[in-house]
């Protein structure tokens, strides 16, 4: 497991992982992770705020849940994708909220 926080870039999380020895030849690794990104630089203030969080196993099975929260424009929006990439093949399906934004309340 490896854990790690960069404070000037404002990213935290961490990555997992395990094999199977037997099966390793073919790619059957897998792994889990998660990153939350907060925007504190200087020149990336007021970006949006994002959580990742997912897993797969080598080439053949990847997915991803992102959450994503932009308040300086009032937006919420959440993406969950599902991956064969050994096959080319792909989904990914999404919603949104909208909602006063602090630029809207300030003016």
Not at 31 to 38: C, R
Not at 74 to 88: E, K, L
């Given at each position: 497991?490896?854990?790690?926080?960069n404070?000037y870039?404002?990213?935290?999380?961490?990555?997992?992982?395990?094999?199977?020895p037997?099966?390793?030849?073919?790619?059957?690794?897998?792994?889990?992770?998660?990153?939350?990104?907060?925007?504190i630089?200087?020149g990336?203030?007021?970006?949006?705020?994002?959580?990742?969080?997912?897993?797969?196993?080598g080439?053949?099975?990847?997915q991803?849940?992102?959450?994503?929260?932009?308040?300086?424009?009032?937006?919420v929006?959440t993406?969950?994708g599902?991956?064969?990439?050994?096959?080319?093949?792909?989904?990914?399906?999404?919603?949104?909220?909208?909602?006063?934004?602090?630029?809207?309340?300030?003016?």
């Amino acid at each position: 497991m490896e854990v790690g926080a960069n404070w000037y870039e404002g990213k935290y999380g961490y990555k997992s992982g395990w094999s199977v020895p037997l099966v390793q030849s073919l790619g059957v690794e897998g792994d889990t992770h998660a990153l939350v990104s907060v925007p504190i630089k200087q020149g990336d203030l007021g970006k949006p705020i994002g959580v990742d969080v997912g897993g797969g196993v080598g080439p053949y099975y990847q997915q991803n849940q992102h959450v994503g929260v932009d308040y300086m424009n009032g937006q919420v929006g959440t993406n969950f994708g599902v991956g064969v990439p050994f096959a080319g093949v792909g989904v990914n399906t999404g919603v949104g909220v909208s909602f006063p934004s602090i630029n809207d309340i300030v003016g």
